[in-house]
């Protein structure tokens, strides 16, 4: 079975600052990871993916997310905040066996001025 | 192009009554998943269509849970029966052929509270 940790209910950082996101996964086979972002009374909003090929995989708003097999961690990352990317943020993992995606528990990420 | 869309946005209903929640998949998406947001449980797969295949419906949470997709196209998701438990944002996906490294891009959702 196919399981997402994000151990972190909630990240604080400043605006300006480096930001990361924690994500760890667990699967049997290949791994197909996804990072969403979910602001209020929405749906989720796609940021990036990792399938296969070069490690550091960049997506949407400026965000960039790393594969690291030996880890099984698939962390989020910017190099400068904005407060306007609080929101909620869901990693998610996909392999050969499944038709679904398995979310994380969520973080909220909360920028501040 | 015109996203996901789902209807209605918000539903409100008595324990015990019968619900329809319906969603329009992206044109040409032929994968459809319906994923249900609680507090508790957080982000859980419910079910996926796939053209004319047969559903997955490994994710329904009980027999008063269904759903059906229609031409290939819109899905509506019935839960019968209503319970308190119940209460969660409903959320809509599609994909363009449901294999497994393509993004699934989500619907608004539908916000369901049994009273």
């Known amino acids: 079975a196919q399981s997402v940790a994000q151990p972190e209910d909630q990240v604080n950082v400043a605006e300006g600052n480096p930001l990361t996101v924690k994500c760890t996964y667990s699967v049997s086979g290949n791994p197909y990871l996804f990072w969403y972002v979910q602001y209020p009374n929405r749906g989720l909003q796609f940021l990036l993916k990792y399938i296969t090929g070069d490690n550091l995989v960049k997506g949407s708003y400026g965000f960039e997310a790393e594969f690291n097999k030996s880890q099984t961690s698939f962390h989020l990352k910017k190099p400068s905040a904005l407060v306007s990317d609080s929101a909620l943020y869901f990693c998610?993992?996909?392999?050969?066996?499944?038709?679904?995606?398995?979310f994380g528990g969520g973080t909220r990420l909360m920028v501040k001025p | 192009g015109a996203g996901v869309s789902q209807s209605p946005s918000n539903k409100v209903t008595e324990k015990g009554k019968d619900v329809e929640l319906r969603c329009d998949p992206i044109?040409?998406?032929?994968?459809l998943y319906w994923y249900r947001q609680s507090l508790g449980q957080g982000l859980e797969f419910l079910i996926y269509?796939?053209?004319?295949?047969?559903?997955?419906k490994s994710g329904l949470p009980s027999d008063r849970f269904s759903a059906e997709r229609t031409g290939g196209s819109v899905s509506t998701l019935t839960i019968q029966r209503t319970q308190q438990e119940d209460s969660a944002v409903y959320l809509c996906?599609?994909?363009?052929?449901?294999?497994?490294?393509?993004?699934?891009?989500f619907g608004p959702g539908t916000r369901l509270l049994v009273l």
């Open positions: 998610a993992v996909r392999d050969n066996a499944g038709n679904m995606l398995t």
């Open positions: 269509f796939q053209g004319n295949s047969a559903p997955d």
């Open positions: 044109s040409g998406h032929t994968a």
């Open positions: 996906a599609s994909s363009l052929g449901g294999l497994v490294g393509e993004t699934q891009y």
